[in-house]
């Protein structure tokens, strides 16, 4: 067979292949395994939206390609939200892009601004495309680690200065995957203060701004004055309104950037569906009436999953958002280990800590969605588990 690019050597090996394979070896012993794995909404997208777009699938107009940027309605629509949202000026021509998922934006800007040996600022523990996406564009990934003591905020300060000076991009992303932590505005200043001064750019992944609870308030990067200088702004409609899979985000902010990622994205692909666009318009005019019921199910489903873990002696903080929970593994476990524990004894499958990041060692994800009624079967499984061995 011929030979990979280098570039594919650095991927690493895909993050749950080894836990599927165990997984698997469980399935042929027969039983049911619960996975809290993966964070991808079970509920159905809102119907109304499922109708609106099969009306605009069926306009004939809407069959042809979108222009390159997206649709000015839609771009128009995600300024009319972040206007209304949080209060942020966008110029829908200028500083907003559709996306086709906001992971096809995230992973592309690195193409427009990382080269052959360029650094770029990645958090750790992270959403793993940010890694990969660097190692794509033949980039150099430096792991800034996000610590429980610093409650999973970067600190600045510890990382090397000629590293910085010499990084394109650093990488944020609160209510955070996968640690579930939040941040003030006054932090997000702080990274607008870090990057001006170092002439970094800014990406901040924004997909849960919407996932949150207890009365907490996610914000915008783009809050912070002069954010624009050097900041853009992931979101998508995937994690709020359940359209993980109609494959819909976009990019805002500073647009020099948002230019640059339109630049690599009209040489890779056009745009997304015009119809799915309209839906998308749709969602963002409507969506406020579907996101209550949506946080109050996974809500539910967080705090039967902390007192479930608290009882079992897990030490788990209660999160302000994300559909995750990151749970600290008993002391004598690794992240594999605990995750290999659960799955034998409890059938219950989790994401190893590790999957994210080396500083994600010590801990194991779980999601919150999945249905109910197999949330609860997971819980009276991790507690019989726990119990039987004597965990803690
Ligand atoms: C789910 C997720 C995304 C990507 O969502 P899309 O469906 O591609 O819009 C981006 N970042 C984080 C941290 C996520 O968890």
Known sequence: MMELAPRMKKIPPYLFAQLDKVREEEQKKGGEIYSLAIGDPVEPTPPELVEFLAQSARRLENHRYSPYAGILPFRKAAADWYKERFDVSLDPEK???????????IAHIFLAFVGSGDRALIPDPGYPVYRTAVLMADGEPYSVPLLEKNDFLPEFGKIPEDIARSSKILFLCYPNNPTAAVVSLDFLKEAVEYCRKRDILLCYDNAYSEITYDGYVAPSILQVPHAKEIAVEFNSLSKPYNMTGWRLGYAVGNQYAIQALGVVKNNIDSSAFMALQEAGIFALKNGKKWLQKTCDIHKKRRD????????????VRLPKGTFYLWVKVPNHFSSAEFAAFLLKEARVMTAPGTGYGEFGEGYVRFS??????LLQKACHQIREACREKKLT
């Open 368 to 373: 919150t969605t999945v249905p109910d009624d």
């Open 95 to 105: 500083e907003v892009l559709t996306l086709i998922g906001s992971k096809e934006g």
């Open 304 to 315: 039967l999953l902390v007192e479930t873990l608290r009882s079992a002696g897990l030490q």
